[in-house]
């Protein structure tokens, strides 16, 4: 079975500055692994995705995660954080399996400081 | 259209009441998710179409959660005698693939 743990359910930087926010994934099948981003009101946007090609993902916004399967991580950067990222990040898995649920992390809401 | 249309976006109920959530998935997309979003909670996985076919409902909360896809396209959950802590944002999200990025709706925020 897969899981995924998002370790903070809340992050703060201040506006410039680097923005981490740390996932961690579990499953018995070579995973796809995806950031989702919810700002207030709004739907899920995806903000990148792995599928077992390179493992430094770029996606929208200037966000990059980087799969490591050692550490069975995908955390989520950013070089610095603007006030519009101020969201819910969502860490997702799929496993590439019969089970083909898209499972949610509890989400990381991070926070910019001015 | 072009993303996952839901209807309605907003839906009070009284407690006892059924209602009815539509999801109009992105067209020739395999896949249907549908989850339910609490406030401050992350989405949880409710059940998942592939076609028509329902292949896994294991999130559905109790008998009174029901959702079918009858020709493979458009899908509707429906919850009979709403309760209180039925009360959350559902959310429906289709994929072109088994496995590929998953396109979600704005969801239906459902008050009770």
């Known amino acids: 079975a897969q899981s995924v743990t998002q370790l903070d359910s809340h992050v703060s930087v201040s506006e410039g500055t680097p923005v981490l926010l740390r996932c961690n994934y579990s499953s018995s099948y070579s995973p796809s692994l995806f950031w989702y981003v919810q700002h207030p009101n709004k739907g899920l946007q995806l903000l990148l995705k792995?599928?077992?090609?390179?493992?430094l993902v770029k996606g929208i916004n200037g966000f990059e995660a980087e799969f490591k399967k050692s550490e069975t991580s995908f955390h989520l950067t950013k070089p610095s954080a603007h006030m519009s990222d101020a969201a819910e990040y969502f860490c997702?898995?799929?496993?590439?399996?019969?089970?083909?649920?898209?499972?949610f992390g509890k989400g990381t809401r991070l926070h910019i400081l001015p | 259209g072009a993303g996952v249309s839901q209807s309605p976006r907003y839906k009070v109920a009284k407690r006892g009441q059924d209602v009815a959530l539509r999801c109009d998935p992105i067209s020739g997309h395999v896949s249907l998710f549908w989850y339910q979003q609490a406030l401050g909670q992350g989405p949880e996985f409710l059940t998942y179409f592939q076609n028509e076919a329902q292949l896994d409902k294991s999130g559905l909360p109790s008998d009174r959660f029901f959702a079918e896809r009858p020709e493979g396209s458009v899908s509707t959950l429906k919850i009979q005698r709403t309760q209180q802590e039925d009360s959350a944002v559902y959310l429906c999200a289709s994929s072109k693939e088994v496995n590929t990025e998953a396109f979600f709706g704005q969801g239906t925020r459902l008050t009770v």
């Open positions: 792995y599928t077992s090609a390179a493992t």
């Open positions: 997702v898995v799929i496993a590439s399996g019969r089970d083909d649920k898209i499972i």
